[in-house]
């Protein structure tokens, strides 16, 4: 029994070779993770979504933390119109949520 912890988020951002297909993916990296166990969910526009949405399994750190990275394919033409993406990674009650769009970049 120990306290859970919010893990660290890093939300990267298609490159500009990638939006020049119809398609490209967004990464949302979890670190410091305290237990194997976590919920991700994406949005956009507020909207949950989970198509287009595949998540790597949590791998065990050095110092017994976790991490995983969870991928998302969007339209290049959503990104290139602003729609704002969003991250959430739960572990237990506790949760990190990141946003990002093309204004930010």
Avoid at 2 to 11: D, I, K, N, R, V
Avoid at 12 to 18: K, N, V
Avoid at 19 to 47: F, M, P, Q, Y
Avoid at 65 to 70: A, C, E, I
Wanted: negative net charge.
């Amino acid at each position: 029994d120990f306290p859970l912890s919010p893990p660290a988020l890093t939300l990267l951002f298609p490159s500009a070779e990638a939006l020049k297909e119809s398609r490209a993916t967004l990464v949302c990296l979890a670190e410091d993770i305290s237990v194997a166990l976590v919920h991700v969910s994406w949005s956009v526009n507020g909207r949950s979504v989970t198509d287009g949405v595949w998540s790597s399994p949590t791998e065990e750190q050095q110092d017994t933390t976790f991490k995983m990275s969870s991928y998302l394919t969007i339209e290049s033409s959503d990104w290139m119109n602003n729609a704002d993406f969003s991250c959430e990674v739960a572990v237990g009650s506790k949760f990190t949520k990141k946003s990002i769009s093309v204004s930010q970049c």
